[in-house]
């Protein structure tokens, strides 16, 4: 068996032409893997093509060509099985609003051909805080209860892989912090999870690894640490115990940047020049140091630097 949760490879999409609008190649050949038992992130702009990629792994649209392997089963070989292998928590919340909880789960069980012994519909309501309105129509359900719901609807067949599409993007914080515990929950029993968001400090907090998706193409694929090392630059923020004499010189490679509280931010690239380096600079401009800290490159830099000069 396989030690990678999804395996894609040669991926591509292109959207026919419609309404006079030219064909889109929405998709330009993907290759990724994604480790089991890992929280793997899918970041990009709008219209990246990460819904497209995630639509295709759950079955929902067609691929151009390319290969998709979940859990060990490729997609056109065994269709059923690589299907019942992932559930998706879409971003839309699509429920039929004259069904109660329980049916949603029951009728979901019963599409995915879960034996009603091994059915589990009061197990998942208690995990999204549904219990006591199980036989509530959808329609009288709160957003944040249908987006639990559509949680619990992604995991009727016990899938090994959980995809959360956007799960987080304008719920409250009470909401958020529920879905992550579970998320965190459910990743501690094994299963694999995926998720897209914007926010890109949760995809920091939340994932061991993550692939930064732009015009259709992967534009990088590593550990989170690994890509938060990515950048160079560092900033040494000195907090002065004296006034700072004006005209200062700094040696090259060393910028500094007088911000608005007071304090100095000194930018340097950490691979050429030291932070000792930084201090004897400062030192020797006759600067008395009260306080320092470094500040490292956050997801949010790495993100721009590598999406925003081909948007
Ligand atoms: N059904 C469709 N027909 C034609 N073009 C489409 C279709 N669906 C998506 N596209 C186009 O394909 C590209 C990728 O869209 P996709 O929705 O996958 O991006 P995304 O990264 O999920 O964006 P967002 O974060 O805004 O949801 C976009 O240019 C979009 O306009």
């Not at 894609?8 to 419609?18: D, E, H, P, V």
């Not at 950048?231 to 004006?246: G, Q, S």
């Not at 200062?248 to 911000?259: A, F, S, V, Y």
Request: charged share 25%.
């Amino acid at each position: 068996m396989s030690e990678h949760a999804i395996e894609i490879t040669g991926l591509r999409k292109t959207y026919a032409s419609s309404a006079g609008e030219p064909p889109k190649d929405a998709l330009k050949g993907i290759d990724l893997t994604i480790p089991k038992g890992s929280i793997f992130g899918l970041l990009g702009p709008n219209g990246a093509g990460k819904s497209t990629l995630i639509n295709i792994l759950a079955g929902l649209v067609l691929k151009t060509t390319g290969q998709v392997r979940i859990w060990g089963f490729d997609q056109d070989v065994n269709p059923r099985q690589s299907r019942a292998s992932i559930g998706v928590m879409p971003q839309e919340l699509n429920l039929d609003p004259f069904f109660s909880p329980r049916n949603v789960l029951e009728v979901q069980a019963g599409l995915y051909g879960v034996p009603r012994s091994q059915r589990r519909s009061d197990e998942i309501l208690a995990m999204i805080g549904l219990t006591d309105k199980a036989n509530a129509y959808a329609r009288t359900l709160s957003g944040g209860m249908r987006r639990r719901l559509l949680l619990g609807k992604a995991l009727v067949h016990h899938p090994h892989i959980l995809v959360l599409d956007e799960p987080t993007a304008g719920v409250d914080i009470e909401l958020r912090n529920m879905l992550w515990t579970n998320v965190r929950k459910l990743n501690e029993q094994g299963m694999t999870i995926i998720l897209t968001t914007h926010y890109l400090e949760e995809a920091e907090q939340m994932c061991d690894e993550i692939a930064i998706i732009n015009h259709g193409e992967v534009v990088a694929c590593d550990t989170t640490r690994a890509l938060l090392g990515r950048l160079d630059t560092k900033t040494m923020v000195i907090e002065p115990e004296t006034a700072v004499p004006e005209a200062l010189q700094m040696p090259g490679g060393i910028e500094m940047c007088p911000r608005s509280d007071g304090t100095l931010a000194f930018n340097y690239n950490r691979t050429k020049v030291s932070a000792e380096t930084v201090l004897k600079a400062v030192h020797d401009a006759g600067i008395r140091i009260k306080d320092v800290k470094t500040v490292e490159a956050d997801l949010e830099d790495v993100f721009l630097s590598l999406t925003s000069s081909t948007a």
